[in-house]
């Protein structure tokens, strides 16, 4: 088996990007993190990368203002220079143009912490609390143009309860986002994904319906 090799893109804590570096430890795994990009260089992960012996670069878009482009070609480079299969968005807080995901079809992957396609955008828990959902959870999908769009690979979903708080739901749906990630990206390195009229199948066959998940308490 050759082990895809996968760059993640971070902006911050990395708990995601750690997840999928934990997964990849195994040698059956059918992928590896090749490299992990951030376009801060406070990021936090990037520590958690360089201990974990993986190639790190940093691509601060504040150095190309509003030149989107440019910052986009520099960050392709690296991925073609790192010879990257497989990109997946962790925390990654730029808005991509087409140009970019336009490379990566069905190779470009996005964890947004929301059942999509409710609660796009930012602040979804205490969003999710307001409007009094009572399940709420986390989605990875392939990246489209549009924000937070794009065929849904897994969602995994938590229970909400009448006193939570923002904090609390976060927590249990980034448990979530840690157990569902490594599922997507182990499902799309294997090639076993492919999207028909805007929707994943696996294997061929509809992606499991979500109500056959057991909600965390
Ligand atoms: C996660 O909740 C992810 O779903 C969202 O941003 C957060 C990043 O957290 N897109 P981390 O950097 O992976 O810890």
Redesign the pocket.
């Known amino acids: 088996m050759t082990r895809k090799r996968v760059a993640v893109l ?8 750690a997840a999928l570096i934990e997964a990849a430890k195994d040698p059956a795994y059918p992928a590896e993190i090749a490299l992990v990009v951030s376009n801060r260089p406070d990021a936090g ?1 990037l520590m958690t990368a360089k201990a974990n012996g993986i190639a790190t670069v940093v691509i601060d878009h504040t150095v190309y203002g509003k030149d989107r482009a440019a910052f986009e070609r520099a960050i392709q480079a690296e991925l073609e220079s790192h010879r990257i299969d497989i990109v997946c968005l ?2 990654f807080m730029r808005l991509l143009t087409p140009w970019f995901i336009d490379r990566w079809p069905h190779k470009l992957l ?4 929301a059942l999509l396609p409710a609660f796009k955008g930012l602040d979804t828990h205490k969003r999710a609390i307001e409007a009094g959902a009572k399940v709420h959870g ?1 989605t990875v999908h392939f990246v489209v143009p549009e924000m937070d769009s794009g065929p849904i690979i897994i969602q995994g979903a938590v229970s909400v309860r009448n006193d939570d708080t923002s904090d609390a739901l ?1 927590k249990r ?2 448990g979530v ?1 840690h157990a569902i990630y490594p599922q997507a990206l182990k499902l799309v390195a294997e090639g076993r994904v492919t999207v028909a009229d805007g929707r994943c199948l696996i294997d061929g066959k509809p992606v499991p319906d979500p109500g056959t998940l057991r909600p965390s308490a």
């Open positions: 971070i902006s911050g804590r990395g708990s995601n990007m992960g962790a925390g996005n964890i947004h912490p986390a976060a749906v980034l986002e």
